[in-house]
């Protein structure tokens, strides 16, 4: 599974399960998630990503100042390799938290970052979503997390037509 070492966090109500590389135990999206009424939370040494949400979900989390650094040392591609090579039914992402004011430190220039992210999206096939701040980031793993497992127990897109008018959505 990816985890050694697992610091558990007891759980007596039905939770979404999310799975903390012990490095990322100060970040802004455990404090968010410690918060968060429906998780629980377990720590432990991840060897692929920072984040394991359910079963079936990794997200490597990156603040867009740690992604210059990680493009240059070559981690990124590291790290977007491990994920895209995940065995059995896990999937991987990238989660870029920050705004854009947040790379206005790094030295990299534009064209070099988005060549990095072209590479990571297109040719690893890792899908990059992208978050505010770490509570944002905390949610974007729960909705993914369940979304999955609605997903796995056979729920599939509705293409049915939005009812007009607020009555009949009420209706519906």
């Not at 990680?70 to 990124?76: A, E, F, K, M, V």
């Not at 970052?113 to 905390?138: H, K, Y």
Request: glycine share 8%; charged share 25%; proline share 3%.
């Amino acid at each position: 599974s990816g985890a050694e070492e697992a610091r558990y966090m007891s759980c007596d109500r039905p939770t979404t399960r999310v799975l903390v590389d012990h490095r990322e135990a100060h970040s802004a999206a455990v404090a968010a998630l410690e918060g968060m009424a429906d998780v629980c939370i377990e720590f432990a040494h991840l060897s692929v990503g920072d984040y394991q949400a359910g079963n079936a979900l990794l997200f490597e989390r990156k603040t867009l100042a740690d992604l210059a650094v990680s493009i240059q040392d070559g981690r990124l591609f590291r790290q977007a390799r491990a994920l895209a090579t995940l065995p059995g039914p896990k999937r991987g992402a990238i989660i870029l938290e920050g705004t854009a004011g947040d790379m206005s430190e790094s030295a990299m220039r534009r064209e070099s970052i988005q060549g990095a992210l072209i590479t990571v999206t297109l040719f690893f096939g890792i899908p990059l979503l992208r978050s505010m701040n770490g509570e944002e980031t905390a949610r974007l793993m729960l909705y993914a997390a369940r979304q999955a497992q609605w997903f796995q127990s056979g729920g599939r897109p509705r293409h049915a037509k939005r009812p007009k008018g607020k009555r009949k959505a009420q209706l519906a």
